[in-house]
């Protein structure tokens, strides 16, 4: 077989037995395999048209042409081939994650020198017209000054690594997400609320970028704080070791168990206007997607802790501040430490008068019975009398 059928059937058998190891080697990527096939497919095409074409024999320069575009198909094929090898197979075997733009740079570079070579071969100038198409590129380069920032930043991007798929970003904007990938002309940014974000590369290298969970490049854990507030009758000592222990009590989902989840006590007062002290559980987040869920695991906890009797720890009587003396029965019904509504604004507010629950006899009115009236002027007989 001569001409240009003399390749199609080893680039055939080649896509064949890269597409079997493809499907034994586990979590090969296959994404890259759909463009060797169109083109071989392509490149079938212009056999099939240049036979056609050589058959009829009256064109012999369109044949010629055809014949040209088929060799070129066949260079193409051949690199691209040669790419999925190296890299989507051999780099794959190895478990180096090497940047998806690394692949691009290479397989564009081979694409030119392809050209220029069949460009060579068949007589044409590659000198002069690189000479001729300077101004065309200063041009095209003036016009496309943003798409060419663009792309040049998702270069730096992907070589220095500094931001990679997998990991998460804040950007200036406070908008926190999961980069999904970084292309040529934009970083592609999942978000919590199952938003995409298209950041253009430029911008996002023009702007600081918070990397959440992650320190001298080792994927690590994200730092949460849960604030609560109790009421001044509760030393912080105390809350802060009912707290404690109930957090070493059970794991919390999502939760690393190293550094510890502990608590802490922020700010006793702001501006000498509330009645209760401000407190912290700090802990570190394992999966920085569940932050909210795991936010409210960390609540229940405080809440069932607070809740419970603090028999062992009297609340606290001073006279620096304005606290409301406890009765005996707060003392002895285990009354929640959370700071209420209803105590701040009696502390807010301490020249008020209370307000009573009982109402006077005159607004009670005649509640008492017909059998109580009748009674009335009766008298009851002395013990131990006989009627």
């Known amino acids: 077989m001569s001409g240009p059928l003399r390749l199609a059937l080893p680039l055939l058998a080649a896509i064949i037995v890269l597409a079997a190891i493809f499907r034994v080697v586990p979590n090969a990527p296959r994404r890259r395999q759909r463009r060797s096939i169109v083109l071989f497919v392509a490149y079938l095409s212009l056999i099939a048209v240049h036979e056609l074409i050589a058959l009829a024999g009256d064109w012999p320069r369109l044949a010629t042409g055809f014949e040209i575009a088929t060799e070129t198909l066949e260079i193409l094929l051949v690199i691209n081939l040669s790419a999925l090898t190296l890299f989507d197979l051999l780099l794959h075997l190895v478990r180096w994650n090497y940047p998806d733009i690394l692949h691009d740079l290479t397989v564009g ?11 060579h071969r068949v007589g044409v100038d590659f000198t002069s017209i690189v000479a001729t198409s300077a ?9 496309l000054q943003t798409t060419l920032g663009n792309i040049f930043g998702g270069i730096a991007l992907q070589l220095d690594d500094s931001i990679k798929a997998g990991d998460w970003v804040e950007l200036e904007s406070k908008v926190q997400g999961r980069v999904k990938q970084v292309r040529w002309r934009h970083t592609v940014i999942e978000t919590r609320d199952w938003d995409t974000l298209i950041v253009p590369n430029s911008q996002l290298l023009a702007q600081t970028i918070k990397v959440l969970g992650k320190r001298d490049g080792v ?4 730092r949460m704080t849960v604030f ?12 802060v070791q009912v707290v ?3 957090l070493e009590a059970a794991p919390i989902p999502r939760v690393a168990p190293r550094p510890e989840p502990h ?8 501006d000498q206007k509330d009645s209760f002290a401000y407190y912290g ?3 570190w987040l394992t999966d ?3 932050d909210d869920g795991t936010n409210s695991h960390v609540r229940e906890r405080i809440y069932m802790a607070l809740r419970r009797p603090l028999s062992r720890f009297p609340p606290q009587r001073s006279s620096s501040a304005r606290t409301t003396p406890i009765t005996p029965r707060e003392s002895k019904g285990a009354r929640s430490p959370f700071a209420s509504e209803r105590s701040r604004r009696r502390h807010s507010s301490p020249s008020s008068p209370k307000k009573s629950g009982r109402t006077s006899p005159s607004a009670r009115g005649p509640r008492r019975s017909a059998r109580a009236r009748s009674s009335r002027g009766r008298r009851r007989p002395p013990i131990g009398s006989t009627s």
């Open 288 to 290: 920085l997607a569940m």
């Open 263 to 270: 608590c802490l006590c922020f700010d006793l007062s702001k």
């Open 109 to 119: 570079a081979a694409y030119l020198i392809a050209f220029g070579w069949v460009l």
């Open 244 to 246: 404690n222990e109930a």
């Open 281 to 283: 559980v700090r802990y």
């Open 135 to 143: 101004v065309v590129t200063a041009v095209v380069g003036l016009s």
């Open 228 to 239: 609560f507030s109790v009421d001044f009758r509760f030393a912080p000592a105390q809350v």
């Open 219 to 222: 994927t690590a854990t994200h």
